[in-house]
């Protein structure tokens, strides 16, 4: 592995799963994801995706395995709002890099990648209320809860477009 910062993530959460074993994590679905998330870096270079991108994956494992869970700061309050915002941001830079070769107008793009974005955050909160359903566990807490959760995938997505959009569309130095 040539990139030290993924390494040592990588070695952070293996070290800290023991500690997801003993304090009970092991039945949150969300942390089944931030381990299942583990793989995306090895996905990323099937699909030439950058570098960069595979250790925004892992920091967010290890923010939603380590920081979240372990350490417990999904007890504070904010941090949950930052990870959807997190999230929304990894959906639209995966969103723009699926896309980078196709031909879609500046004025579609940022919409599109929102949405798009608005649709997964969505999902997820259809995932958390089957997960609460049919596993007992409390990921949602009211509708405003989940209300501020797609708010905050919609911001990190936005921001993540029009970081990328700007990327894509700069003027070169001749």
Same mark, same amino acid.
């Given at each position: 592995?040539?990139?030290? #910062?993924?390494?040592?993530?990588?070695?952070?959460?293996?070290?800290? @799963?023991?500690?997801?074993?003993?304090?009970? =994590?092991?039945? +949150?679905?969300?942390?089944?994801?931030?381990? !299942?998330?583990?793989?995306? $870096?090895?996905?990323?270079?099937?699909?030439?995706? $950058?570098?960069?991108?595979? @250790? /925004?994956?892992?920091?967010?494992?290890?923010?939603? *395995?380590? *920081?979240? +869970?372990?350490?417990?700061?999904?007890?504070?309050?904010?941090?949950?709002? *930052?990870?959807?915002?997190?999230?929304?941001?990894?959906?639209?830079?995966?969103?723009?890099?699926? @896309?980078? +070769?196709?031909?879609?107008?500046?004025?579609?793009? /940022?919409?599109?990648?929102?949405?798009?974005?608005?649709?997964?955050?969505?999902?997820?909160?259809?995932?958390?209320?089957?997960?609460?359903?049919?596993? =007992?566990? =409390? #990921? =949602?807490?009211?509708?405003?809860? @989940?209300?501020?959760?797609?708010?905050?995938?919609?911001?990190? !997505?936005?921001?993540?477009?029009?970081?990328?959009?700007?990327?894509?569309?700069?003027?070169? +130095?001749?």
């Amino acid at each position: 592995m040539k990139n030290p #910062l993924l390494l040592l993530l990588y070695v952070i959460i293996a070290i800290g @799963t023991p500690l997801i074993i003993l304090q009970g =994590q092991w039945r +949150n679905p969300v942390v089944w994801l931030g381990y !299942a998330a583990l793989a995306i $870096p090895l996905a990323a270079r099937f699909f030439h995706m $950058p570098g960069w991108f595979a @250790t /925004l994956v892992v920091f967010g494992s290890f923010l939603e *395995i380590i *920081i979240g +869970n372990v350490f417990g700061a999904y007890r504070l309050a904010g941090f949950d709002l *930052i990870m959807h915002a997190f999230a929304g941001f990894l959906l639209a830079v995966l969103f723009l890099q699926f @896309t980078k +070769n196709a031909t879609l107008p500046r004025t579609l793009l /940022l919409p599109l990648v929102v949405f798009t974005s608005l649709g997964v955050g969505a999902a997820f909160e259809v995932f958390e209320f089957m997960s609460d359903t049919m596993l =007992q566990t =409390q #990921l =949602q807490h009211s509708l405003q809860n @989940t209300m501020l959760d797609l708010v905050a995938d919609g911001a990190g !997505a936005f921001i993540g477009a029009l970081f990328l959009i700007y990327a894509k569309f700069k003027p070169r +130095n001749p």
